[in-house]
């Protein structure tokens, strides 16, 4: 439960930035920033639907050489971006766990803990009057 609140947290914390808007450009249309038709974009979801669920033994064995490129970047990107979001949860862990194996206090332990905190506010509250010109209340 606190690991989904943590990675939820995450994902919330980078998506309240947006996203950038693209830069207009004066350029004829290329092949690159070329616009798909909804039938040709339909075609293309699918296809690449159907390459992300393949094993890497079958995009091996199925893919051409620039569809198997593509895909060895896209699960190696992935995998990259998995690995990273671990080990921050593992180093967030560490934080929530610290008290983990940690023996519990004793009543007399904590008795002796709040006495210690009241004799350091009074020896603080006493010097702050000292500053202050004698004043024991301001």
Not at 85 to 105: C, I, S, T, Y
Request: overall charge negative; aromatic content about 6%; proline content about 1%.
């Amino acid at each position: 439960m606190m690991r989904t609140v943590i990675v939820a947290a995450l994902f919330a914390g980078a998506s309240a930035f947006g996203v950038l808007p693209t830069a207009t450009t004066s350029r004829h249309s290329t092949a690159l920033n070329e616009f798909l038709t909804a039938e040709e974009r339909v075609d293309q979801i699918t296809r690449w639907g159907d390459i992300r669920a393949m094993t890497k033994e079958e995009a091996t064995a199925n893919l051409t050489a620039e569809d198997l490129e593509t895909y060895t970047n896209y699960y190696s990107e992935v995998r990259d971006g998995v690995l990273k979001m671990e080990e921050l949860a593992k180093e967030m862990m560490k934080d929530v766990n610290k008290a983990e194996g940690a023996q519990p206090k004793t009543k007399g332990q904590r008795k002796r803990d709040l006495w210690a905190k009241k004799q350091h506010r009074a020896a603080c509250n006493e010097a702050a009057a000292e500053a202050a010109g004698g004043w024991e209340h301001i």
